[in-house]
């Protein structure tokens, strides 16, 4: 049986860093289940339209096990830019994808625990470093996506289709020729309940 789980998240947007512990929880207890993490770069320009409100924090606080620090507070009214994130995360899931998913906690951390934007190749230097990643210079251009992660986000498009959502983020399970979209909010508090449900359609398919 082949099974992968298919996340579709944008780094800053904070219904992904709630739905990032149970991706976390799948990768630790469930092993076999492959993980693909698809960044759809839907901040993908600082404006006006990309600022996150506060009761949209109110709610996912309400919701999910996830905190936000008082830097991040302070800047939720400044637009959000997750190009960089977008190029990064394309780009780590390619070339070093067991790195992959402690590289997006290690963003999210910075971002919604420390107020970093991440906006611009300086705020992302210390991360790189950390993971001792040797990052080609067009993953820093802040003006455009790489052509991998373009191409990236117009796989999620026609995966949206299929799905018939276009909402964020989503958890996708393929086992062999099933696509299956699990109902994560129900889970966002308990992610060991996320992998009993999981664990439910391993078996319902096997």
């Known amino acids: 049986m082949s099974a992968e789980l298919f996340f579709i998240y944008d780094s800053h947007c904070p219904w992904s860093y709630a739905a990032t512990p149970l991706v976390n929880a799948v990768n630790q207890s469930l092993p076999q289940v492959a993980l693909n993490l698809w960044h759809c770069a839907y901040f993908s320009d600082a404006d006006g339209e990309s600022a996150i409100t506060k009761q949209q924090i109110v709610q996912v606080k309400e919701l999910s096990s996830v905190s936000f620090s008082p830097e991040y507070m302070k800047a939720l009214s400044q637009g ?5 994130c977008a190029n990064l995360m394309t780009w780590a899931t390619n070339k070093t994808s067991q790195q992959a998913l402690m590289l997006l906690n290690a963003l999210q951390a910075a971002h919604f625990g420390a107020g970093n934007p991440l906006s ?22 802040k003006t455009k996506l790489t052509n991998d992660a373009e191409a990236q986000v117009h796989e999620i498009y026609a995966l949206q289709e299929i799905i018939a959502t276009q909402a964020i983020p989503a958890l996708l399970l393929a086992i062999n020729d099933e696509l299956i979209l699990l109902n994560h909010n129900l889970y966002l508090q308990d992610p060991d309940a996320f992998i009993d449900a999981v664990k439910l359609e391993l078996n319902k398919h096997s």
Request: proline content about 4%.
């Open 80 to 84: 959000k830019d997750s190009t960089l």
């Open 120 to 141: 611009e190749q300086t705020d992302l230097s210390n991360i790189v470093e950390e993971f001792k990643l040797s990052v080609p210079a067009k993953v820093f251009n």
